[in-house]
């Protein structure tokens, strides 16, 4: 296993074709600063040049909180001109989990709110335990969901369920959250489900699975016949790389494949 830090709040993980982006900040539940988005965002480019990482996920180092959202201690420092001049520092945090190649997999445990939440909402699976409560209470200070909540939790949930939560600005524990479809398992331990769920996924071809996750979110709102045409698209280009090959070679050799990732 390796690792490497972004920054003072964020460390990366590998083992194997597995990352681990490990959002560290404890003492401030993960509340997301200017200097903590810069490093998210470093971390999720490095990610995503490194052409051994399969899967990512995105874990937190506290035992209460996945993440709390946006540093608001920090955001009340700020005049209206630092406010507008730090907005593309935090997309380029939230767009970094979202454009991630490779599947990702949130683990949230304890909090996940506003920002945090839309951090869990940009990854493909969210994975939650027993103690997860999530939200986006940003009406209830001000502002909207701005790390793309207003547009990824509908696309979750449907239009009216996503307008009932972020107009009330209500909380949702794990149980409900579940049942509502704002988290996709509920699992002992998020974390350690989360990574397992990880490694099954990472068994499977690395070209493979970045064309699959290219498709779907390609063809997310398009018509049918649109999405079938990003489909085929994606099909092409997998349709004849050595993933494919060593693919098709393994079952008819009945043995794993050895992936050579191209």
């Given at each position: 296993?390796?690792?490497?830090?972004?920054?003072?709040?964020?460390?990366?993980?590998?083992?194997?074709?597995?990352?681990?982006?490990?959002?560290?900040?404890?003492?401030?539940?993960?509340?997301?600063?200017?200097?903590?988005?810069?490093?998210?965002?470093?971390?999720?480019?490095?990610?995503?040049?490194?052409?051994e990482v399969r899967v990512t996920v995105l874990t937190s180092s506290n035992d209460r909180?996945?993440?709390?959202?946006?540093?608001?201690?920090?955001?009340?420092?700020?005049?209206?001109?630092?406010?507008?001049?730090?907005?593309?520092?935090?997309?380029?945090?939230?767009?970094?989990?979202?454009?991630?190649?490779?599947?990702?997999?949130?683990?949230?445990?304890?909090?996940?709110?506003?920002?945090?939440?839309?951090?869990?909402?940009?990854?493909?699976?969210?994975?939650?335990?027993?103690?997860?409560?999530?939200?986006?209470?940003?009406?209830?200070?001000?502002?909207?969901?701005?790390?793309?909540?207003?547009?990824?939790?509908?696309?979750?949930?449907?239009?009216?369920?996503?307008?009932?939560?972020?107009?009330?600005?209500?909380?949702?524990?794990?149980?409900?959250?579940?049942?509502?479809?704002?988290?996709?398992?509920?699992?002992e331990d998020a974390r350690t489900a989360a990574l397992e769920l990880a490694g099954r996924?990472?068994?499977?071809?690395?070209?493979?699975?970045?064309?699959?996750?290219?498709?779907?979110?390609?063809?997310?709102?398009?018509?049918?016949?649109?999405?079938?045409?990003?489909?085929?698209?994606?099909?092409?280009?997998v349709a004849f790389s050595g993933d494919r090959a060593e693919g098709v070679a393994a079952?008819?050799?009945?043995?794993?494949?050895?992936?050579?990732?191209?």
């Open positions: 296993m390796s690792e490497q830090r972004f920054g003072e709040f964020v460390v990366v993980r590998k083992d194997g074709h597995v990352a681990e982006l490990v959002l560290d900040r404890p003492k401030a539940m993960n509340a997301v600063s200017s200097e903590m988005a810069r490093s998210i965002g470093a971390a999720c480019d490095a990610l995503a040049a490194d052409p909180a996945f993440c709390v959202g946006a540093d608001l201690k920090e955001r009340n420092s700020f005049t209206d001109a630092e406010l507008v001049r730090q907005r593309p520092t935090a997309r380029a945090c939230y767009t970094g989990v979202l454009e991630l190649p490779m599947p990702t997999v949130a683990a949230v445990h304890g909090f996940a709110l506003g920002g945090g939440f839309e951090l869990a909402l940009a990854c493909d699976v969210i994975v939650a335990d027993a103690t997860a409560v999530v939200g986006l209470p940003e009406v209830s200070v001000g502002v909207i969901p701005g790390g793309g909540g207003t547009q990824l939790l509908p696309r979750r949930v449907g239009a009216a369920r996503a307008a009932e939560l972020v107009f009330t600005a209500r909380r949702v524990e794990a149980a409900e959250a579940r049942e509502l479809g704002l988290v996709d398992l509920l699992e996924i990472a068994a499977n071809s690395p070209v493979g699975l970045r064309a699959a996750k290219k498709a779907m979110r390609l063809g997310q709102g398009l018509d049918l016949r649109a999405g079938l045409e990003v489909e085929d698209a994606a099909w092409r280009s079952f008819n050799e009945k043995r794993k494949p050895n992936w050579p990732g191209e």
